[in-house]
């Protein structure tokens, strides 16, 4: 224990009785909230900050600063007014995005059974302070540092402090003081989990003063990279580099020129700001916090905004079946002998066994103990030893008068079966040979192939109790068998249907047997031709199980670390990969998978595991999640896609128009103010529709998608902005401040309205942009067309236009629209296309 725990405890005193609201309130005061990394304060001004440190608003402050010196206090002014708007407008937007988030995520806070002033409650796990007393059961994950007052067959998973993978066993010892520090045996850890047990504990540390807090603030590091930060990235890198060698260029070409350095470095930043998409972050917030609201209303909470661009490229679904194509509503159908007759002995056993035993309760237990609800006043639980995932047997010592304790085991037929060396008969025992062994296995075979789970139940009577282990589980005799039914769930097929012609695949990963779940499968339509086991699993590689797993949709007999085996060979084969989950024994896979999927009714180390939790059991919760988060990830790409074109045809144009005009093509400041209208116009497309079919596969970052796209539309803009350079001066003979208003309007005008051909693969009239994306359009077109002929007119360097130009601007749009939309549809549809069945993600 850390010398910080130890004072911490000592400060404290630690009363069985629990807490009053008063004084629990008073030390949280004093200690803080019990997070294991401390909350940073400030977090508004510190996004304020983030967002005035940007690298392109420090640009933009030289490129003022610069201005003001040389005498142009406009140019500075405007270059300001920009860098205050888009900054404010970058926070609120990005501030009431954070605070939905925030309020979906206090749906799902963790919680702690806690007892305050006399009475058990569930309070937020932030509330803890030490001296409170808490409640454990199986499943749940500790809440903070503590010592155990009370415990009952507890058993930990103390592998993310201690390496350990078995479950370490906890004692309580009453005679222990409550600040002695000689050793941990009675104490358990934020940060480990409940395998099976309950107990009471009396907390001693919390937040940054636990074991676990004092681990994440040495180590603390930053998440791994997910691939939509990956896909940021290498977008970053893209504009990086274009706007490298445009600056160059320019530069270059200018000075060639023997123009003016300084403006001509000015002119440089200015077209270097002009391709930046600066509004990508806040658009990327707001896009994605509205997709988490969306998903919320479709019973599908987010834990981290850039899971949802994860959750919409999931193209393999791996899962359980229970509760996923079943309804998890299991009723027990039969007790029958270990020949298949009707027999009660193994429920009676079974009872038993489920009543008092302290591990999680599994729907089987449910069943067993719904048949029988009076209590066994006459027996009385000795030992345990708990359920786990190698051996996939329970069993449970009770004592009765004065008989020999009695073990009793229940679990996986095969496993139970191979412990045994006898079966109970109509008239005693009989030995287990190779003959009655066969009969057996093909008892329970039979039934599994009719639907039914299966329950294996043996008992053998011990000698001595001392120190039991595994190791006892042997020489049992074969009492018989359970089973239970399972119904499928009435909307799995068409869920799977609806997921199937989205693009994602569904596997199965259970641990049940291979009979069973290919009869479950194969009623709901999942392929059942082929199915690989755990044991078949064991021996084979990790390239034999990869090619395997993209042939085979069932996994059965499945431990926890071969599902691992699963996932990864999935994702070794560029697939993003989903899992979903909700027992103590899907927490690695939920962390290993891309997407980490769980329910609310999960225990506390599935929830906590997992990025997504759904609110609703069923693959339809799910499906409608998955559909919301490619929305969400298809309307960033639409304004990446819409951005970097249309900026970069603009840049191409003036690039080209340097080299032969005698000025400067747009002033600095309205290149900037040029850019800011446009990014401003596309504020709303998070609330944009998106295209159905873009919906129907998943999607994933593909740069080179958007720099094709950039260089092959882009330039159709600049056939336009040419031909307004040639009219503006062979027809309209313009002054240099009349060729500075004229492409500002066409060019603003252009590039503003292709957003409604640009947003769609289809016709424009297909698929209706939302009003709120048609109405800042419209509104900072038309707010272009007055700017020439506004009160600010002279001071942004504009002059009205010849009525004529108007007219002229009103062929070129429509018809600049038309050949987008022709182009599109013969270029564009083959690189959406590109993008929707990509399927390797960005190295």
């Known amino acids: ?107 799902i806070a963790p919680t702690a059974t806690v007892l305050r002033d006399g009475v058990w409650s569930e ?43 078995a479950p370490v066993e906890k004692f309580a010892n009453p005679d222990k003081s409550a600040d002695s520090t000689t050793d941990d045996a009675d104490m358990v850890f934020l940060g480990t989990s409940v395998v099976s047990g309950s107990a009471t504990a009396t907390v001693v540390a919390t937040g940054t003063n636990t074991e676990f807090g004092d681990i994440a603030l040495r180590l603390r590091s930053r998440a791994p990279e997910t691939e939509f930060d990956r896909g940021t990235r290498k977008f970053g890198i893209l504009i990086m580099e274009t706007v490298f060698f445009l600056v160059i260029f320019i530069m270059t070409v200018n000075l060639a020129m023997h123009r003016n350095a300084l403006e001509s470095l000015l002119f440089a930043v200015a077209l270097a700001v002009g391709l930046t998409p600066e509004f990508l972050p806040m658009i990327t917030t707001v896009t994605l916090s509205m997709g988490a609201v969306k998903m919320a209303r479709e019973k599908v909470i987010v834990k981290h905004l850039d899971a949802i661009e994860n959750f919409g490229s999931i193209d393999v679904l791996c899962s359980d079946k229970t509760g996923t194509l079943t309804a998890g509503a299991i009723s027990l159908d039969r007790s029958l002998d270990c020949l298949g007759h009707a027999n009660s002995r193994a429920l009676d056993l079974a009872y038993l066994n489920s009543v008092f035993e302290t591990g999680i309760k599994s729907p089987l ?66 030995p287990l040979n190779d003959a009655e062994r066969e009969q057996c296995e093909k008892t329970y075979g039979a039934l599994s192939a009719e639907g039914f789970r299966v329950l294996a139940v043996a008992r053998r009577r011990l000698g001595s109790l001392d120190n039991l282990t595994t190791a006892d589980e042997r020489e049992m005799t074969l009492v018989g068998f359970l089973t239970f039914i ?18 994602v695949r569904v596997i199965i990963l259970t641990g049940d047997n291979e009979l069973v779940t290919r009869h479950i499968c194969s009623q709901v339509g999942i392929d059942s031709n082929r199915v690989v086991t755990g044991q078949e699993m064991g021996g084979m590689t990790t390239t034999a199980l990869a090619h395997i797993a993209e042939e085979v949709d069932i996994f059965a007999r499945v431990s926890p670390g071969q599902k691992d085996r699963v996932i990864m060979a999935l994702k070794a084969r560029g697939h993003v990969v989903g899992f979903l989950g909700d027992g103590i024994n899907d927490a690695p896979s939920l962390h290993t998978a891309d997407v980490g999927i769980s ?75 040029n850019n800011f209208l446009y990014d401003l116009s596309q504020v709303t497309i998070p609330s944009d529709n998106v295209d159905p079919a873009y919906i129907r596969k998943p999607q994933h970052w593909d740069i080179s998608v958007i720099r094709n796209f950039m260089v092959v539309i882009g330039p159709i803009s600049s056939l336009y902005d040419f031909l307004t350079f040639f009219i503006l001066i062979s027809v309209f003979h313009a002054t240099k401040a009349q060729f500075h208003s004229g492409w500002f309007v066409e060019s603003l005008a252009t590039q503003t309205l292709v957003i409604f051909v640009i947003r769609t693969p289809g016709a424009p009239w297909s698929n209706r942009p939302s009003l709120p994306l048609a109405a800042t359009t419209i509104l900072i077109v038309l707010l272009g067309l007055i700017l020439p002929n506004s009160p600010l007119a002279a001071s942004l360097g504009f002059v009205p236009l010849p009525p004529l130009f108007f007219l002229f601007l009103a062929a070129a749009t429509v018809t600049y629209l038309v050949l987008v939309q022709i182009v599109k549809a013969r270029l564009m549809g083959r690189l959406l296309k590109a993008i929707t069945l990509a399927k390797t993600p960005i190295d």
């Open 1 to 107: 224990m850390t010398a910080s725990t130890d004072s911490l405890k000592n400060s404290f005193s630690a009363d069985a009785a629990g807490l009053s609201t008063g004084e629990a309130a008073r030390r949280l005061i004093e200690t803080g909230p019990n997070e294991p990394t401390p909350s940073k304060s400030g977090g508004q001004l510190r996004e304020l900050l983030r967002f005035c440190l940007n690298p392109l608003v420090l640009i933009l402050l030289i490129a003022a600063l610069v201005s003001g010196f040389l005498g142009q206090p406009v140019d500075a002014g405007i270059i300001v007014g920009i860098i205050v708007i888009s900054t404010a407008l970058s926070f609120f937007q990005g501030y009431r995005s954070h605070q939905a988030v925030e309020r979906l995520r206090a749906q």
């Open 123 to 165: 309070l937020p796990r932030r509330d803890l302070v030490p001296g409170d007393v808490v409640r454990l059961s199986a499943g749940d994950l500790v809440p903070a540092d503590a010592r155990l007052l009370e415990s009952r067959d507890l058993h930990l998973q103390q592998a993310a402090l201690t390496g350990e993978s």
């Open 365 to 430: 237990d449910s069943a067993i103990l719904a048949h029988r609800p009076e209590a066994p006043s006459d027996y009385v639980k000795v030992d345990e030893i708990p359920f786990d995932f190698e051996r996939r047997m329970l069993s449970i010592v009770v004592s009765h008068d004065n008989d020999q304790p009695l073990l009793i085991t229940k679990g996986a037929p095969e496993s139970v079966i191979s412990v045994c060396t006898t079966y109970e008969t109509p008239n005693g025992e009989a």
């Open 486 to 503: 399972d119904p499928p769930r009435e909307d799995a097929k068409s869920s799977l249907d609806a997921l199937r012609r989205d693009g």
């Open 599 to 673: 329910v609310s009714g999960a225990v506390d180390v599935a929830q906590d595991a997992a990025d997504i939790i759904l609110l609703e059991p069923g693959l339809h919760v799910l499906h409608k999640g998955i559909v919301e988060g490619r929305r969400a990830f298809g309307n960033l790409l639409k304004y990446l896609l819409m951005g970097t074109s249309s900026n970069f045809g603009n840049m191409f144009s003036m690039a080209g128009a340097s080299l032969f005009l005698p000025f400067l093509p747009m002033l600095p400041t309205q290149i900037l103010l």
